[in-house]
Nanobody
Framework: QVQLTESGGGFVQAGDSLRLSCAGS????????VGWFRQAPGKEREFVAS????????????DYADSVKGRFTTTRDNVSNMVYLQMNELEPADTAVYYC????????????????????WGQGTQVTVSS
C-alpha cells in the first residue's frame, strides 16, 4: 500500500517561511506527479502546487496556483523519495491543513490541479500563520 507522510507544518508569523516535506513509501514514487493541496476551515480543499516526475535530464515540471506563485516552490529528491514545498512570505490566508498526494498515472507531469487526478493522499500537516 502506498503511503505518503507530510511533515513540517507549524505556527508562524506573517512573512515567515516554512518548508513542508512529503515522504513517499514506495520505489515507484519517482515516476508519478505529486500535488500539494490545502484545506482551510469551512472551505473546500484547493490546489496549491504540483511537480512532475523527474525526467531524463534531471528536471521536473512544476505548476502553482496563482495565489502562491512567486512565494511557494516545490521540488523533489528521488534519492530520498521526498517532495518539498518551500513556503515564503507566508500570509494569514495561507492558514490551512496541507496535503500531498501522488498522481494516478505513471510519468505524470505537473499541471494536475483536480483532486481526482490523485490517487494516494497523506494525512495532512497544519500550517497556521498569525498576523
Amino acid at each position: 500500500q502506498v503511503q505518503l507522510t507530510e511533515s513540517g507544518g507549524g505556527f508562524v508569523q506573517a512573512g515567515d517561511s516554512l518548508r513542508l516535506s512529503c515522504a513517499g513509501s514506495d520505489s515507484e514514487f519517482r515516476w508519478y506527479a505529486v500535488g500539494w493541496f490545502r484545506q482551510a476551515p469551512g472551505k473546500e480543499r484547493e490546489f496549491v502546487a504540483s511537480i512532475g516526475y523527474i525526467q531524463w535530464n534531471g528536471r521536473s515540471t512544476t505548476d502553482y496556483a496563482d495565489s502562491v506563485k512567486g512565494r511557494f516552490t516545490t521540488t523533489r529528491d528521488n534519492v530520498s523519495n521526498m517532495v518539498y514545498l518551500q513556503m515564503n512570505e507566508l500570509e494569514p490566508a495561507d492558514t490551512a491543513v496541507y496535503y500531498c498526494a501522488r498522481g494516478s498515472r505513471r510519468y505524470g507531469e505537473a499541471g494536475l490541479t483536480d483532486r481526482t487526478d490523485y490517487r494516494f493522499w497523506g494525512q495532512g500537516t497544519q500550517v497556521t500563520v498569525s498576523s
